[in-house]
């Protein structure tokens, strides 16, 4: 199983490629990863903060398909609701896609499963130069990325 989620930071003023996400209302880049059931990364992709979540996902799909060769089913929340995705996710992968909604509005639950994605976004933050987005070009934001998931499996050995 592999669980997708974005999330949008704030870039400083030295880079390059910046986007506007309305909907969280932040000026930067989005980062797009999939996990595995243990929140170890098989995709990661940077993107500007105006692509939507939906088209991010793809993108990290399309980038990573030989490393998510094995997966059967895609865990997703609502913002990645809608049969096109569910039919690319379906094309690409050869996956199910299943989406996880929130039950009760305007309160805070953990949502079961969910959570592990949450958490390696904290792993991301804890590396204090990700708080930010301070890189003038995107590959240079996913390497960094890549470096702190890296530290992250060191210190699981």
Known sequence: MGIVDAQSVKNT???ENKGYDAGKKVSGIKRH???DTNGLPHAVTIATADVTDRDGA???FEAN???LSEVKKILADG???GKPFAEKVKKLLKAETEITKRNELHTFKVI???WVVERSFSWLEKCRRLWKNSERKLNSSLQMVVLCFVRVLL???
């Open 13 to 15: 003023e030295s880079t």
């Open 33 to 35: 990863i999939v996990v």
């Open 58 to 60: 793809i993108q990290a």
């Open 65 to 67: 398909k030989k490393y």
């Open 79 to 81: 913002g990645y609701m």
């Open 112 to 114: 079961p499963k969910r």
């Open 155 to 157: 210190k699981r050995i």
